[in-house]
Antibody, heavy 122, light 107 residues
Framework: EVQLVESGGGLIQPGGSLRLSCAASGFTVSSNYMSWVRQAPGKGLEWVSV???????YYADSVKGRFTISRDNSKNTLYLQMNSLRAEDTAVYYC????????????????WGQGTMVTVSS | DIQMTQSPSSVSASVGDRVTITCQAS??????LAWYQQKPGKAPKLLIY???SLQSGVPSRFSGSGSGTDFTLTISSLQPEDFATYYCQQANSFPITFGQGTRLEIK
């Protein structure tokens, strides 16, 4: 079965760090583009970051310099290292398979994890 | 950044109704547009990719159209399970951006 399972969320103080994980099954993370998308409580969806199959990475301006996307090919797992966390980073974080590598699918996110909640508060 | 504007922000409709949601991009995005459905407490679900292609497993009452800057999502005959929030998303250029969402409620 093709699925993504996030973990690592929790309550963290402002300025702290957290690493989210996204374990994939049924497909290979390193052969796909993978993104993180977040959703603040009661708000809409916000794209955070993407890692290409070739290793290139891109970030939203709101997290650039603070967050780092990476993957462990041996574990078939995607990560998001979040540093210098702020209250406005409070959200459910989803990992998603980004179909940008398939020209016919035009960058749609076709597989999503269930999400992990990150709360930044003192 | 490309701004995605959905309308309406919310709509009330009845089972069996035809509903159309629009999404306008602030600049041309060709067909780099997707539509998602999200229910409370759940992850978004892909409905339409490349503006008009139906994702596998999605009922045929969902359809998408448009190219360039103007796009629509149509639900031909609402079913009880369709009441949810719908988002459009552009992937033409970074940063990837979503519309603000359209909440579809039962009348």
């Amino acid at each position: 079965e093709v699925q993504l399972v996030e973990s690592g969320g929790g309550l963290i103080q402002p300025g702290g760090s957290l690493r989210l994980s996204c374990a994939a099954s049924g497909f290979t993370v390193s052969s796909n583009y993978m993104s993180w998308v977040r959703q603040a409580p009661g708000k809409g969806l916000e794209w955070v970051s993407v890692i290409y199959s070739g290793g290139s990475t891109y970030y939203a301006d709101s997290v650039k310099g603070r967050f780092t996307i990476s993957r462990d090919n041996s574990k078939n797992t995607l990560y998001l290292q979040m540093n210098s966390l702020r209250a406005e980073d409070t959200a459910v974080y989803y990992c998603a398979r980004d179909s940008r590598g398939d020209p016919q699918r035009r960058g749609a996110f076709d597989i999503w994890g269930q999400g992990t909640m990150v709360t930044v508060s003192s | 950044d490309i701004q995605m504007t959905q309308s309406p922000s919310s709509v009330s409709a009845s089972v069996g109704d035809r509903v159309t949601i629009t999404c306008q991009a602030s600049q041309g995005i060709s067909s780099w547009l997707a539509w998602y459905q999200q229910k409370p407490g759940k992850a978004p679900k892909l409905l339409i990719y490349a503006a008009s292609s139906l994702q596998s497993g999605v009922p045929s009452r969902f359809s998408g159209s448009g190219s360039g800057t103007d796009f629509t999502l149509t639900i031909s005959s609402l079913q009880p399970e369709d009441f949810a929030t719908y988002y459009c998303q552009q992937a033409n250029s970074f940063p990837i951006t979503f519309g603000q969402g359209t909440r579809l409620e039962i009348k």
